[in-house]
């Protein structure tokens, strides 16, 4: 017969059971704060996962381009379409004419809008009557007058392709050439052209880099350099057609401008500049205070007649500089977009598209018509070559050219 045991613990193995007892229990709690915080992180995780997808998603939007239909070789060398982008910035850039096709920030209410004019093939800027559209123009910006200039007692002759004149560099000038191309970044994009001794019936080889970058929220930068191994002019610009509305929204008329400039160059029928520095006060040419771009062009005034609207340099306050000074500032009336233009150039060409006549489709699918797109060229002044009393644009033989103007877009409500 089994006798019933029974067990009395002692008070110090009381103490001990209760010890493990609470033991147990905050262990048990420990392990249930440490679920409850792995499934915050998961929860987290999953939400933020969510936001950038929707962040990417509201960023994502039609550039109408195909980077295949870019891929082509022109004169013997491999042309491509580049991507740069930054926070709110993207920007397409082709290596044919070192040109911008596209660019892209938002307007007031978030949405990205494409604010340069620009075609949707390789094969579309070839057969193009618009040459320029968003390309980088050399060796002479602008005009220069009869397509002759003389330097160091010597004359020399550039193709006339705009009338009597020669303009932006010749009938092949650096818009029509294939840059190489070097992208070390998403952000950078570094292009480089060696144009030879006598090119155009330039003198000298001029070797150019041009640089793209994009900084800050929604900057982009153009660093030009060169350097030739003879004396030779060289006025570098990008010719980029602005509608800050956005490509194929209409006319420019109802942007506000404003050019930090009291001084403009008053040209000729053949808009060739006069030599003359005219003041902009008291005239439909000055914008320094804010105008809308169309509130005066209709006006008879002997200049607009001749630039068939405006088409004229405006001599900037700060001169050339050293420092980025304030060029132009532009606001699209529809989206709110604002351009800032900073430059080191002693002038910019403000051009509102007076000779656009819907001649090309867009890669948005719209035509190119009457007034679309304005440019602001920042540059040294039309015809230098042949204007002792305008800034030089002589670069001698060994010196660095070196010119940076930046595009800074931002909202106003």
Not at 166 to 182: I, M, N, P, Q, T
Not at 280 to 309: C, M, W, Y
Not at 329 to 338: C, E, N, P, S, W
Request: proline share 4%; hydrophobic share 35%; net charge negative.
């Amino acid at each position: 017969m089994k006798k019933n045991i029974t067990f009395t613990p002692s008070k110090i193995e009381l103490q001990k059971l209760n010890a493990n007892i609470s033991t147990l229990t905050a262990m048990k709690t420990h392990v249930m704060s440490l679920l409850a915080l792995l499934c915050l992180l998961a929860a987290s995780s999953c939400s933020g996962k969510k936001k950038a997808e929707e962040k990417a998603e509201e960023k994502s939007f039609d550039t109408h381009l195909k980077k295949e239909d870019f891929d082509t070789v022109v004169y013997e060398g491999k042309v491509s379409l580049y991507y740069l982008e930054g926070k709110n910035i993207k920007v397409a850039v082709t290596n044919y004419g070192a040109r911008i096709v596209g660019l892209w920030v938002p307007d007031k209410n978030g949405n990205m809008t494409d604010v340069v004019l620009g075609l949707n093939s390789a094969k579309a800027y070839l057969s193009s009557t618009a040459a320029y559209y968003g390309a980088t123009i050399g060796r002479v910006t602008n005009r220069i007058a009869k397509g002759t200039f003389k330097l160091n007692g010597k004359d020399y002759h550039i193709p006339v392709n705009n009338g009597e004149n020669s303009l932006h560099g010749g009938k092949r000038g650096f818009h029509d050439v294939v840059w190489e191309a070097e992208q070390p970044n998403d952000s950078t994009l570094a292009l480089s052209y060696t144009s030879p001794d006598g090119s155009e019936g330039f003198p000298g080889t001029l070797s150019v880099k041009l640089t793209y970058s994009i900084s800050g929220g929604a900057n982009l930068k153009l660093d030009f350099v060169a350097i030739a191994d003879q004396d030779t002019p060289v006025n570098l610009t990008n010719h980029a057609f602005f509608n800050l509305n956005g490509e194929g929204s209409g006319d420019i008329l109802n942007h506000k401008l404003f050019i930090n400039a009291d001084k403009y160059t008053p040209v000729s029928e053949s808009l060739i500049p006069t030599g003359k520095l005219e003041a902009t006060v008291g005239t439909p040419f000055d914008f320094t205070s804010p105008h809308a771009i169309g509130e005066r062009i209709e006006e008879k005034n002997q200049q607009l007649i001749n630039g068939k609207g405006y088409d004229h340099n405006y001599v900037l306050n700060n001169g050339e500089s050293q420092e980025l000074q304030k060029a132009a500032t532009a606001v699209g009336d529809k989206t709110g977009i604002v351009m800032d233009v900073y430059t080191q150039e002693p002038g910019v060409q403000f051009y509102c598209g007076n000779f656009m006549q819907g001649q090309n489709t867009l890669k948005s699918g719209v035509k190119d018509d009457f007034r679309t797109a304005f440019c602001l060229e920042t540059q040294h002044f039309p015809d230098s070559p042949n204007q002792p009393d305008f800034p030089s644009v002589i670069l001698e033989t060994g010196r660095e050219y070196h010119t940076v103007t930046d595009f800074r877009f931002s909202v106003q409500p």
